[in-house]
């Protein structure tokens, strides 16, 4: 029997301490928080999207490449079944949407069941958890981590897993400095950067906030018609400071990256038809309905909350009929309603994303165990590695599932 301490009491930190005490070892589990799971309860809204459907290699299929491989293992050890099955044993039922995101049965608290069923399994276990324990230090130098400070408290141990997170949502405890550490010893780590992130426009449209713009794509491109360097189909939201929602999130990452380059902009294509086509069918409605407004077009593509400013902007008065349209105002609508242009990105706020990108190089780290290489005693698991699914549950079940392979000492 070994003494173990897990740091971190996240959803990889639970499920290692609940997998390596139940083989048998002395674990302790230090969180930073004055409870466990305070990221878990605030996921999904409250609602903790837990895992996404499907078998293993459909669950790969959502990462980027290294990160899936990286995964496989893992994967297979503990795969969402593996998951679902022991919440279920511990009184938490779930049920999965259309889309495949699997969640809690709804009722008040359901995040919460979630964390509580994990503490009880690590309870029962024999787990030894202490909060409002933060880490100040790692002590040591390979191939031996030699101890961890709490303050001026040392604490030794047999082995370490390190399951901290990573630094999005720092009020949750995820302040990120444990990357730091690693880098001081040596460890290969690649820089937190924004990821899954909401993104503040150069315009901001606080007028506009929660008006939602639906079954399109958002697309970021290289400047005003420049090249195209990336797309995501689905919802954006707007806010008071710019934009949310599924589309956006998941090009925040993309959208940073170009921004940084030097130059990207943004659009909302509403319509997966070509501009040429759409402007063929509006001058055939002019023709067939010459009186209609060209406001009551234009709201028949977008939102009506976005109509009078926009055709403000544009200088269109809500008065105009389609016959009355010039060839220069036809063009303006098409732009319009084809790819309702949203303007440039501010910096992407890392701490708002609901995962981090960067963390532990994935080369540094043996996929089936989680040990850092060349290192005896510590291993990494959850958000800490660089790893960074889409939304949909997809991070959660990384976090479950190397967390177990962590803790299988």
């Given amino acids: 029997m070994a003494s173990v301490i897990v740091v971190g009491g996240g959803a990889a930190g639970l499920v290692a301490a609940w997998r390596a005490a139940s083989l048998g070892h002395a674990v302790t589990l230090l969180e930073a ?3 466990l799971g305070v990221k878990l309860r605030i996921s999904g809204g409250g609602k903790c999207n837990i895992t996404h459907a499907g078998p293993p ?7 980027p490449m290294e990160q899936a ?5 893992s994967l297979h050890a503990f795969d969402n079944q593996a998951v679902l099955d022991l919440l279920r044993r511990e009184g938490v039922e779930t049920y999965t949407r259309e889309n495949g995101r699997v969640f809690p049965l709804d009722r008040p608290g359901s995040a919460a ?5 994990f503490e009880t399994l690590a309870h029962r276990a024999g787990v030894d958890v202490r909060t409002g324990a933060r880490v100040t230090a790692l002590e040591g130098r390979g191939p031996r981590l030699r101890a961890l400070c709490l303050g001026d408290e040392r604490i030794a141990a047999d ?4 399951a901290t997170g990573g630094a999005s949502y720092p009020e949750t405890g995820t302040r990120g400095e444990v990357l730091g550490w690693l880098k001081q010893l040596g460890v290969p780590v690649k820089a937190w950067f924004p990821a899954l992130a909401p993104i503040p426009l150069e315009r901001p449209r606080p007028a506009w906030e929660g008006v939602a713009l639906r079954d399109g794509e958002l697309r970021l491109s290289a400047g ?8 995501f189909a689905g919802d954006v939201v707007f806010t008071k400071t710019g934009l949310s929602g599924p589309a956006a999130l998941e090009l925040s990452q993309a959208v940073e990256r170009a921004r940084r380059d030097g130059s990207a902009w943004l659009a909302y294509a509403s319509s997966m038809d070509a501009p040429e086509a759409v402007d063929a069918t509006l001058q055939s409605e002019a023709r067939a309905n010459p009186r209609l407004l060209a406001a009551t077009w234009v709201q028949r593509h977008l939102p009506e909350r976005l109509v009078d400013p926009l055709l403000d902007e544009a200088g269109i008065s809500r008065a105009l009929m389609l016959k009355d349209l010039s060839k220069a105002a036809r063009k303006v609508l ?7 242009p949203l303007g440039e990105p501010q910096p992407v706020p890392l701490a708002r994303g609901e995962v981090a990108a960067g963390g532990v190089a994935l080369a540094a780290v043996d996929p089936r165990t989680m040990a850092l290489r060349g290192w005896e005693n510590l291993r990494v698991c959850g958000e800490l590695l660089d790893i960074d699914g889409p939304v949909g549950g997809y991070n959660l079940q990384a976090a ?5 392979a962590a803790g299988s000492l």
Avoid: E
């Fill in 33 to 35: 928080n004055g409870r």
């Fill in 57 to 63: 290699k459909a669950l790969m299929a959502a990462f």
């Fill in 69 to 73: 491989r990286f995964l496989r293992p």
């Fill in 113 to 117: 069941a979630v964390v509580a069923a």
């Fill in 159 to 162: 082995a370490f897993i390190l």
């Fill in 224 to 231: 005003i018609g420049g090249r195209r360097l990336g797309a």
């Fill in 334 to 340: 098409v732009g319009l309603v084809t790819a309702l």
């Fill in 400 to 404: 479950f599932s190397t967390g177990f």
